[in-house]
Structure formats: structure tokens, C-alpha cells
């Protein structure tokens, strides 16, 4: 069965340091991963996806996430903070079934 | 196109009432995706599906609960006889047959309260 585990329920970073929210994955076959931000009362909104291809994936706003085959995770990252960035963060995985599955999110303070 | 569109966005509803939720999906997009999420979880898989046919349904969807895409094209999710637990965050997404650029739109959701 395919699982997501996020393993901090908040992160707190400076703004302009660089910051990391952690999600290791369980899936049988090739995954596919996602990141998705969530503001308050919002939908989420995508960021970047792994298919295949380079381990290093940039996606909107500045965030990238790097891909670990053998440690099975797939970490977003930023290399310096803002403000806005403070939101909910969710790591989602995917086989060939088509569905997501979430972590149960992370929620990222930045402070001025 | 302005992307997955949900309504109402919020619902306050009687427990023991029925209620509905209306989804618009992208319109060239054939796959249609409900999740439930509740607060401090991540949302939840209930049900998906590719054009007007239901693929797949999580063992969360009761049998009080019924999603349906007639023409392929919008899609509704009803709760018959509500309970407090429903209340929750309902999201709807799409997608493209090979997911695109940009995997599933997710619109902004239907909160539904049930007191």
C-alpha cells in the first residue's frame, strides 16, 4: 500500500535562511511525487512534481525538492525564506492507480 | 478557463439532512477526483473517475455518501443523512488523461459543517 509520512507538523525558519520540509514515501513500483501548498481556507495548489528524469526538481515560487531513491524520501527545500511562504505543505505520492495520496502536512512558519 | 470550480463553498447543514456539492472541472480535462479532508489531516482519497464512469471508490465512502459524473463533464457528491462527522473540507480535482505539467487542479473546496 502506498504511504506518505511527514514527519514534522511545523517547521519555523528566519526569513532568508534556507529552509527543508521532510516527506519519506512507501509505494510499490515507480512513484510519482508531488508538493502542494495549502493557505488558510484554500485549495491546494501544486508546486513541483517528480516523474523520472533528474533527481533535482524545480518547481513555482523558488521551491525545489531533491528525489532519494534509496532513502525513499523526496524533501522540498528553498534556499532563502519569505514571509509569505508561511503555509500548510503536503508531500503526496501516486502509482499507477492515479490516486493521491497525502501526508498529513506541514506546516511551515517563516518569521520575519 | 479559470480552473476546478466548487460549490457552495460552505454549508451548514442540520445532522440527519442531505446535502450536495457541485464540482466543475477544467474542461479538457477527463479525470475527476474527490477527497474529504479534515482539520490538522491531510485530505483523504473518496473517489475518482475517468469520464462519466466511477473507477474507484476508498472504503471511507459510505454507503451515505454518492458521487456521480453523468455526461462526463461536472460532477455532484451527496450526503444523505448527515452526521457530525462529515464535517469536513471536500475538495475536488482534475486531471489531464497523462497528467499534464501539473498533475491534479485542485479547486478551493466545500466546507461543510453539520451541527
Known amino acids: 500500500a502506498q504511504s506518505v509520512a511527514q514527519p514534522e507538523d511545523q517547521v519555523n525558519v528566519a526569513e532568508g535562511n534556507p529552509l527543508t520540509v521532510k516527506c519519506t514515501y512507501s509505494v510499490s513500483g515507480n512513484p510519482y511525487l508531488f508538493w502542494y501548498v495549502q493557505y488558510p481556507n484554500r485549495g491546494l495548489q501544486f508546486l513541483l512534481k517528480?516523474?523520472?528524469?533528474?533527481?533535482l526538481v524545480k518547481g513555482s515560487y523558488g521551491f525545489e525538492a531533491e528525489f532519494n531513491k534509496s532513502q525513499t524520501s523526496f524533501h522540498l527545500k528553498k534556499p532563502s525564506a519569505l514571509v509569505s511562504d508561511s503555509a500548510l505543505y503536503f508531500c503526496?505520492?501516486?502509482?499507477?492507480?492515479?490516486?493521491?495520496?497525502f501526508g498529513t502536512g506541514t506546516r511551515l512558519q517563516v518569521f520575519p | 478557463d479559470t480552473g476546478v470550480s466548487q460549490d457552495p463553498r460552505h454549508k451548514i447543514t442540520k445532522r440527519g439532512q442531505n446535502v450536495t456539492f457541485r464540482c466543475d472541472p477544467i474542461s479538457e480535462h477527463n479525470r475527476l477526483y474527490w477527497y474529504r479532508q479534515t482539520l490538522g489531516q491531510g485530505p483523504e482519497f473518496l473517489t475518482y473517475f475517468q469520464n462519466e464512469a466511477q473507477l474507484e471508490k476508498s472504503r471511507l465512502l459510505s454507503d451515505r455518501f454518492s458521487a456521480e459524473r453523468p455526461k462526463g463533464s461536472f460532477s455532484t457528491l451527496e450526503i444523505q443523512r448527515t452526521e457530525q462527522g462529515d464535517s469536513a473540507m471536500y475538495l475536488c480535482?482534475?486531471?489531464?488523461?497523462?497528467?499534464?505539467?501539473?498533475?491534479?487542479?485542485f479547486g478551493s473546496g466545500t466546507r461543510l459543517t453539520v451541527v
Open positions: 503526496a505520492v501516486s502509482d499507477n492507480t492515479d490516486k493521491l495520496i
Open positions: 480535482a482534475s486531471s489531464p488523461p497523462n497528467r499534464g505539467n501539473y498533475g491534479y487542479t
Open positions: 517528480y516523474i523520472t528524469g533528474d533527481n
